[in-house]
């Protein structure tokens, strides 16, 4: 997975590419994570991914806990049908902001 990550009126934008999966995860926990010290806004935009594993669905839920945790907020841009239908189907339309 390719992760790019750009700053932009006190907010951080996250770009994936590829597949969120258990390889790719831990990756993009690492980069996550830490962000939520320095912004209140960090946007998730997955127009280039193609598929989430729950590692990948995990990691987005510690993102969601921990923006929360630090009075900021996380929402996630450009996801596809078939991406959505993961997050309907495990109920995550109802944890994550999905724009």
């Given at each position: 997975m390719?992760?790019?990550k750009?700053?932009e ?5 996250i ?5 969120l999966?258990?390889?790719?995860a831990?990756q993009?926990q690492g980069?996550l994570l830490p962000?939520?010290d320095n ?7 997955f127009?280039g991914l193609?598929?989430?594993s729950s ?6 839920l ?6 929360k945790?630090?009075d900021?907020?996380?929402s ?12 309907e189907?495990t109920?995550?339309t109802?944890?994550?902001?999905i724009v």
């Amino acid at each position: 997975m390719e992760i790019g990550k750009s700053q932009e009126n006190g907010k951080v934008v996250i770009t994936l590419a590829g597949r969120l999966d258990t390889t790719s995860a831990p990756q993009l926990q690492g980069e996550l994570l830490p962000v939520f010290d320095n912004v209140k806004l960090v946007v998730l935009d997955f127009a280039g991914l193609e598929y989430v594993s729950s590692a990948g669905l995990r990691v987005l839920l510690l993102g969601e806990k921990t923006a929360k945790a630090k009075d900021a907020a996380m929402s996630l841009i450009n996801v596809s049908k078939e991406i959505r239908d993961v997050f309907e189907m495990t109920g995550f339309t109802d944890i994550l902001k999905i724009v």
